[in-house]
């Protein structure tokens, strides 16, 4: 069965509805998506909240071994002692393993410790008494060794330009901060064993730690019921994950192997650090005619992985020579993280666009519309909305404000390519007339689960109440990593084509009992329908099942598909910002958040992905910041108290707009393309409230100090606004 | 996390005695601070004496001019005795912290708590504050320390609430030791006085309540980078008499700005006489809270804020005599 033989989705049935937002119906815009179902909340929010849902980090087993890793303090060490036997007799410790001698960076291991138990974990690494000897360390990019190069066609770009910028933008070290950390649970018993991962794969844990484990495919299970967050640093099972495959293979113990919060800052990856040079020319209008844009990646012990979307192709910048640099310094190395490469190239790239603006004197969002390629269109018409939206008109000039507490406007823009990738799903339909959807992959907590239930029910035409999901499992059907936000996309004509094979054979049942074939028959609003005319119920139908169950099967192999059209999923964020001009602190009042998705299956959970995504984007620009000590490398930050992470006093009102483009039907992944132009909206914001930009993220408040005293200097020069 | 004993403690005396007779015995209150410490390896008693098991009601009570030692600071915040009498120390207490920390956190604790340095909560630094030989925050990251005060150590004093009480001169009732009372003003050392601790109690002193002079006109500003969950970048507790419309005197305190609540007598000075409505006399005055200052590399910018949080405070001090 491929999903061309299962008629798309329509609006029948279970609470579907026109209207994907909660917002007032005069600001409703005309292409807000269609959505499946509105208001059906997560199917495991109970037992979320009343913490009977069980994580990964949750799982013990009897007689279950404690690891965790020998860890390099500094940035740059070499271990030149320490007392494995003093270790061992702490009453409790197992064994020490330490395989190595040099720390590359804090967190770098070099072995690991087991014990019986918590407690006898950190006392026998406190007994091990591992001594140090520092070595230079390097923390960062080095400004001063990030040299723009000067290439010919970028500077007869310029030649022409009535204006040139020359900026430098800088990112921090963003970490996942994931609030389950990376870990597993390795249930040992005999010749098989249950690995409870906390992961963004099943199938990828499965294949990583067949070799580690040495048992054949059928004789482990990797596990994921639920997953504490992992955008983008979940797909591989990391030491921790190695070392507990050693230790479970080689005891035939239980083992649980699970990051605590330091470790998970410092060795779990992260958004690499970014310093973005440009030298661009600019016509009077603001036009740009091209030049010079420099990227450094500070990539941590890594090679590559630094680079930032900037251009990020969104906007016309006619003749851009680029040049990208990998920065090896001694810090953790980076993963994937929600949109590798576009926060921070956004921030640059939307900073610069308002700069420049102001330079030309044009109002940063006529410019926007003027240099965006949008392909679609949509961009276009989101710009507009939102501008009525979020009283555009009332935004000052920037640098014109001298109040106490000054209001600004950004906006900025993103766009993501519809990816999705081969997956299969099985729904059985039993007797008592539920019915189970089977699926592998895993619910990272955008609401997968969720999902797969809402299509399942809606195309079998029952309630929801009758279709439950058993998901997170590597014996369940194969399904995709949750990378790329590909989980939904991927998966849901997998569901209906599942569903439809149920039908069809469902349909077939029906026919040998009253005659026909099974062709002729409907399944329509609980009922086995000919044309209008109900046959027989559904509860009845499945009462006469030849055998306990039927199991419809939909396989996708990931390509074309009437469900899909072209063109990426676009976006636009329009932010309003109050900064306190005399103490620098930044306070985000409102974001409105457009985001084309395609047909949307959720209505709830995909507002959710939309808000998380802002507000994790708020926390990049005010916030997160992953420090090291400048003389020994230590992360000075190794908790959340003060790696920061915006809070409930922090949270603006955010208003996601579900968007439907016309063109774009199929089911589109929405995980990332959210948090891309946040940081940049706010930053343009701030810099339109203030009247110099900020150039680095975080946007601290004595960063903030020195552009307001920065921006009254340039003022009280210009003799103008005092 | 070493094993210790635990002690429940029945009396005020019990405790005194056992903090004071057995080595590396610690008292606990909320336990807020002390169990971060042990996790962390920092504190490592091999006692705890739990105060809080002392069931004396005079240790909770608080009423208008005195906080027992074990109320927390959510009682604080809310109680109407303090909100009136001294409307700074209420808003001190509930802007320290969350909800959570504040259902626990007890003032006397709160006064107590260790320095938040980075260096010296991370249990790999061996700074001279742990017995080692160097602050690292001197080269370090050193964007949140202090502006005042020469070293050796540069940790701000991480208690709000000790701030409004110096405002309000509060002065701490003392148990188990020779001293009945000691000001809150001497309670605390500059880090030339002795740098592994903050205090000025001996083992053994056990604080049972803080008694503070009624200061209806007093006001508070905290300058916070995040405003969940986050320590103040620079705060100012201000009590004020009024004759009408001016300033006849004032305390005024600053926090997270020295390694101790810090006094600000030059600028108590300049702003006596000063009308409430004389914005230029007003911020001339609170300019002068940053003489003296000695900034690191990092942390300049908390002599932008200083004069700002203080003259927030006058006013908000000023307001909660409109309120009245
Ligand atoms: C996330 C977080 C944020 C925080 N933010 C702030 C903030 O913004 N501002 C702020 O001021 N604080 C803040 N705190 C600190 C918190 O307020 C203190 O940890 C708390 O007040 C300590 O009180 P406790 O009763 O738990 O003390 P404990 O941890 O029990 O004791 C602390 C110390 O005081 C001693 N002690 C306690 N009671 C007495 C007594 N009666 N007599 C003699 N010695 C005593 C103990 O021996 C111990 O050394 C924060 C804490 C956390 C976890
Ligand atoms: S400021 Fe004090 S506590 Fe911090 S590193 Fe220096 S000596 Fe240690």
Redesign the pocket.
Same mark, same amino acid.
């Given at each position: 069965m491929t999903p061309q033989d299962a008629h798309p989705i329509s609006s029948r049935g279970s609470g579907a509805e026109q209207i994907p937002t909660r917002m007032p119906t005069a600001n409703r815009p005309q292409n807000a998506g269609k959505t499946v179902n509105g208001d059906t909340s997560r199917l495991e929010s109970v037992a979320k909240v009343t913490g009977a849902a069980k994580y990964g980090r949750d799982m013990q087993a009897p007689g279950m071994v404690w690891v965790r890793g020998i860890r390099c303090p500094w940035g740059n060490a070499r271990l030149i002692g320490h007392d494995a036997d003093a270790a061992k007799a702490v009453p409790g410790v197992v064994d020490v393993v330490v395989t190595g001698d040099t720390g590359e960076y804090n967190g770098d291991a070099v072995g690991y410790l087991l014990a019986e138990n918590k407690l006898a974990l950190s006392r026998g690494l406190r007994a091990l008494r591992a001594r140090w000897e520092r070595l230079p360390c390097r923390t960062g990019i080095d400004a001063r060794e990030a040299v723009l190069s000067v290439s010919d066609k970028a500077e007869n770009a310029l030649l022409f330009a009535d204006h040139v910028l020359e900026a430098e933008y800088s990112t921090p070290v963003q970490t996942h901060s994931a609030l389950e950390t990376h870990g597993m649970m390795i249930d040992h018993q005999g010749d098989a064993a249950v690995v409870y991962a906390s992961t963004q794969g099943t199938f990828a844990v499965a294949d990583e730690i067949a070799s580690f484990l040495s048992l054949p495919r059928n004789k482990f299970e990797v596990r994921c019921e639920h997953v504490g967050g992992g955008f983008g640093a979940k797909f591989q099972i990391g030491k921790e994950g190695a070392f507990a495959g050693n230790v479970a293979s080689s005891l035939k113990r239980p083992v649980y192997s699970f990051c605590d919060r330091k470790e998970e800052h410092l060795d779990t990856g992260n958004r690499p650090s970014a310093l973005v040079k440009v030298r661009v020319g600019f016509s009077k209008d603001g036009t740009v005619l091209g030049g010079q844009i420099g990227v450094w990646g500070g990539v941590g012990v890594a090679t590559r992985g630094g680079d930032a979307a900037i251009p990020s192709g969104r906007y016309e910048f006619g003749v851009i020579e680029r040049s990208m640099t990998n920065v090896s310094f001694n810090g953790g190395a980076p993963r994937a993280m929600r949109a590798p490469g576009h926060p921070q190239g956004a921030f640059a790239e939307e900073l610069m666009l308002d700069e420049i603006a102001t330079i030309a004197g044009v109002d940063p969002l006529e410019l926007r519309i003027r240099l965006d390629k949008d392909e679609t269109k949509a961009r276009q018409a989101m710009y507009r909305l939102g501008a009525e939206m979020i009283g555009w008109k009332d935004r000052q000039p920037t640098g014109s404000q001298s109040g106490v507490v000054r209001r600004g406007f950004g906006v900025g823009s993103t766009s993501w390519r519809a990816l999705r990738g081969p997956c299969d799903i099985e729904i059985a339909v039993h007797r008592d007339g539920s019915a189970e959807l089977r699926t592998g992959t895993q619910d990272i907590g955008t609401g997968q689960r969720t999902a797969c239930a809402v299509l399942a029910a809606e195309r079998l035409s029952i309630p929801l109440e009758l279709v439950s999901v058993a998901i997170g499992s590597s014996r369940l059907p194969n399904g995709p990593a949750s990378g790329g936000s590909v989980t939904s996309p991927s998966s849901a004509p997998a569901v209906l084509a599942a569903a439809a094979d149920a039908e069809r054979q469902l349909m077939e049942i029906v026919a040998q009992q009253i005659g026909g074939a099974g062709t002729d028959y409907r399944l329509r609003n609980g009922k086995i329908v000919r044309g209008e005319e109900a046959v027989m119920g559904w509860n009845e139908l499945c009462r006469r099942l030849p055998s306990e169950s039927l199991v419809g099967r939909g396989t996708w192999d990931g390509r074309g598909s009437p469900y899909f059209q072209k063109g990426n999923s676009n976006g636009v964020q329009f932010v309003e910002v109050e900064v306190d001009s005399e103490t620098g602190v930044v306070q985000v009042k409102r974001v409105i958040a457009f985001q084309a998705c395609g047909r949307i299956i959720c209505r709830k959970t995909a507002e959710s992905q939309i808000i998380g995504g802002v507000i994790q984007g708020i926390s990049y620009a005010l916030f997160e910041d992953k420090l090291l000590d400048r003389q020994t490398g230590a992360m000075v930050n190794p908790n959340l108290?003060w790696y920061r992470i915006l809070g409930a006093n922090d949270m603006p009102t955010i208003e996601p707009v579900l968007w439907m483009d016309a063109e774009q039907t199929g089911v589109r992944g929405l995980g990332e393309p959210p948090v891309v132009p946040t940081a940049g909206a706010v930053a343009a914001a701030v810099f339109n409230a203030v009247g110099t930009p900020v150039r680095s993220l975080p946007i601290r408040p004595d960063r903030v100090l020195a552009a307001v005293e920065a921006a009254a200097v340039a003022g009280v020069a210009k003799g103008g606004a005092s | 996390m070493n094993p210790f004993a635990l002690l429940q403690a029945d009396s005020v005396a019990e405790a005194s005695a056992a903090?004071k007779d057995v080595r590396l015995s &610690? %008292?606990?209150?909320?336990?807020? *601070?002390?169990? *971060? %410490?042990m996790k962390e390896g920092i504190?490592e008693p091999t006692q705890l004496v739990n105060?809080r098991t002392v069931r004396d009601p005079a240790?909770r009570t608080i009423e208008a001019g005195r906080i027992g030692?074990?109320a927390?600071?959510a009682d604080i915040a809310r109680s109407d005795a303090v909100r009136a009498s001294a409307p700074v120390i209420a808003k001190?207490a509930a802007?320290?912290?969350?909800p959570q &920390?504040?259902n &626990?956190?007890?003032?006397?604790?709160?006064?107590?708590?260790?320095p938040r340095c980075w260096y010296f909560r991370n249990e790999q630094f061996n700074c001279l504050k742990k017995g080692g030989s160097t602050c690292y925050a001197v080269d370090g990251e050193n964007r949140y320390h202090a502006v005042f005060g020469p070293g050796p150590c540069h940790i701000v004093h991480?208690?709000?609430?000790?701030v409004a009480l110096l405002a309000c001169d509060g002065v701490v009732s003392l148990a188990g030791g020779e001293r009945a009372t000691l000001p809150i003003a001497k309670l605390f050392h500059m880090p030339d006085r002795g740098i592994r601790d903050e205090s000025n %109690?001996e083992p053994g002193? &056990?604080?049972?309540s803080i008694a503070y002079s009624p200061a209806p006109v007093s006001g508070f500003f905290v300058v916070?980078e995040r405003q969940s969950? *986050?320590?103040?970048l620079t705060m100012a507790a201000v009590a004020l008499k009024l004759d009408g419309r001016r300033i006849a005197s004032a305390r005024v305190c600053a926090g997270a700005v020295a390694p101790v609540p810090w006094s600000l007598p030059l600028v108590e000075k300049a702003l006596q006489g000063v009308a409430l409505d004389d914005e230029a006399a007003l911020r001339a005055a609170c300019a002068k809270s940053i003489d003296g200052a000695e900034p690191m590399r990092d942390n300049a910018y908390k002599l932008k804020l200083l004069p700002v949080a203080i003259r927030r405070a006058i006013a908000d001090a000023a307001g909660a005599k409109e309120g009245q």
């Open positions: 108290e | 903090a &610690v %008292l606990k209150a909320g336990g807020m *601070d002390l169990l *971060d %410490l504190a105060l240790l030692a074990l927390t600071l001190c802007s320290a912290a969350t &920390v504040r &626990v956190a007890t003032a006397g604790g709160n006064l107590l708590q260790r991480p208690s709000n609430l000790a %109690l002193e &056990v604080i049972t916070k969950f *986050d320590w103040p």
